[in-house]
């Protein structure tokens, strides 16, 4: 049994010492190594590039969304003035009525 795998994998295979050693050395010089080199820096480039213009768009997304928050937060601060305006104002209002009341209240005890 063994042995007819052994026949079976040298037969596909073709396992020999010397077509081991040439088929990757032949298979090598198929290969243009410059032309790999060309490729492999452009796309090292590009995506250097790629990687720098992503950066850059994270920056500005950074700046944009700071200075939106910035204005949140001013409009923020302008609502709460002009509450505090008109509570201040319906407070000073409530409080005049209440001195005329009691001054009202006042007369109409003297009158009595």
Known sequence: ???STKNIVK???NLSKKN??????QILKKINIE???????LSLKEKYENFKKRMK??????IEL??????????KEKLEQ???KIEEARLIKQNE?????EEKQRLERQEK
């Open 66 to 75: 700071f200075k939106k928050e910035k204005i949140k937060e001013l409009k």
């Open 82 to 84: 002009e509450k505090q």
């Open 97 to 101: 009525l209440n001195a005329i009341n």
């Open 57 to 62: 768009q994270k920056e500005k997304n950074k």
């Open 11 to 13: 037969k596909k295979f």
């Open 20 to 25: 081991l050693i040439e088929q990757p050395l």
């Open 1 to 3: 049994m063994k042995n």
């Open 35 to 41: 032309r790999l080199t060309k490729i492999t820096s």
